[in-house]
């Protein structure tokens, strides 16, 4: 009866997966105006604040709940989240649109490669083949052009802390309420973005439209969204959660297009096909 149950979470878990990068996806786009009426670091204290207050008011026994390893794990895992969110902030007001989409993706092709150095994890050539596959296609929907300076190297290091996230969670995910690790990770990256809102001091929405914007990212994107990561990555390897989750830049174009006025070129077709690809690939292996 277990090892059913066991079968029946790892054919859903890619599947949840799919819905937290679509999630993202749609964030994206959600954000867009939001972030140009209220600083990001702003933005990202008042997200992560409400769903923290949200997931809260739901399960209020939550905190009675942890123990001191739970509180360790998960906050580490949240100090990797929030140092990833904070140096993509910075990144991306230095940083063209060209490359950001693809070197943020790049925790694709980190996440196996520490958790080779880290871990001495191995990784199957099939696994590998369906990283190539994913970062060729992030490359393919992302790049337009091509310059590398400080932005792009801020990008970097958040994609490395997003990698470390991914396997953090992989690690430690297995055995523990997802709920409560969600709740540690979140606490920390509203701790974090708080203190990245210091030096500018902090100031709330300034209207409804941002409101909305915060209300859904942070039931949404990010409780909902980190309460199924957490959950998935439990019963799944660090890297073919990162392969699942590049779906997030195939969402983001996808949503662009149909509410954000973007075209389609035979290039975002291409780099998405890719990136579908290596994800169906993932999946089916995973399934059998």
Same mark, same amino acid.
């Given at each position: ?15 949840? #997966?799919?819905?937290?990068?679509? +999630?993202?996806?749609?964030?994206? @786009? ?5 972030? &140009? ?14 769903? @923290?207050?949200?997931?809260?008011? !739901?399960?209020? =026994?939550?905190?009675? $709940?942890?123990? =001191?390893?739970?509180?360790? /794990?998960?906050?580490?895992?949240? #100090? ?39 871990? =001495?994890? /191995? ?7 369906? @990283? ?19 932005? $792009? ?15 953090? #969670? ?5 055995? =523990? ?17 708080? %203190? ?6 902090? +100031? ?15 039931? %949404?994107?990010?409780?909902?969204? %980190? ?16 392969? !699942? ?5 195939? %969402? ?15 290039? +975002? ?16 292996? $995973? &399934? /059998?």
């Amino acid at each position: 009866m277990r090892s059913v149950q066991h079968q029946s979470k790892l054919q859903l878990a890619p599947w949840a #997966l799919l819905i937290v990068a679509m +999630s993202w996806g749609l964030a994206f @786009v959600v954000m867009k105006d939001a972030i &140009e009426r209220q600083s990001v670091t702003n933005f990202l204290f008042t997200r992560f604040s409400v769903a @923290v207050l949200i997931m809260f008011l !739901i399960r209020p =026994r939550v905190f009675h $709940e942890m123990n =001191r390893e739970l509180v360790l /794990r998960g906050g580490t895992a949240g #100090l990797f989240l929030g140092i990833g969110y904070i140096f993509q902030t910075f990144g991306l007001a230095r940083a063209g649109a060209a490359i950001t989409g693809f070197v943020t993706g790049l925790y694709v092709a980190l996440t196996p490669l520490l958790a080779l150095i880290i871990l =001495r994890q /191995r990784v199957s050539r099939f696994t590998w083949s369906c @990283v190539a596959i994913a970062t060729i296609g992030l490359g393919f929907l992302s790049i337009h052009g091509w310059s590398i300076g400080q932005g $792009e190297l801020l990008i970097f290091i958040s994609a490395v802390f997003f990698a470390l996230h991914i396997i953090a #969670l992989s690690q430690w995910s297995s055995g =523990r309420d997802a709920y409560a690790m969600t709740v540690v990770q979140l606490t920390m990256c509203a701790t974090l973005s708080g %203190f990245a809102s210091i030096p500018s001091g902090y +100031s709330p929405p300034p209207d409804l439209g941002v409101w909305s914007s915060v209300a859904f990212t942070a039931i %949404f994107a990010t409780a909902a969204a %980190f309460i199924i990561q957490t959950w998935s990555q439990a019963h799944m390897s660090s890297t073919k959660v990162a392969v !699942i989750l590049t779906m997030e830049v195939v %969402f983001a174009a996808l949503f662009a297009i149909l509410f954000g006025g973007e075209s389609l070129t035979v290039q +975002s077709t291409l780099g998405g096909a890719l990136v579908i690809t290596a994800m169906y690939l993932i999946v089916i292996k $995973e &399934e /059998r």
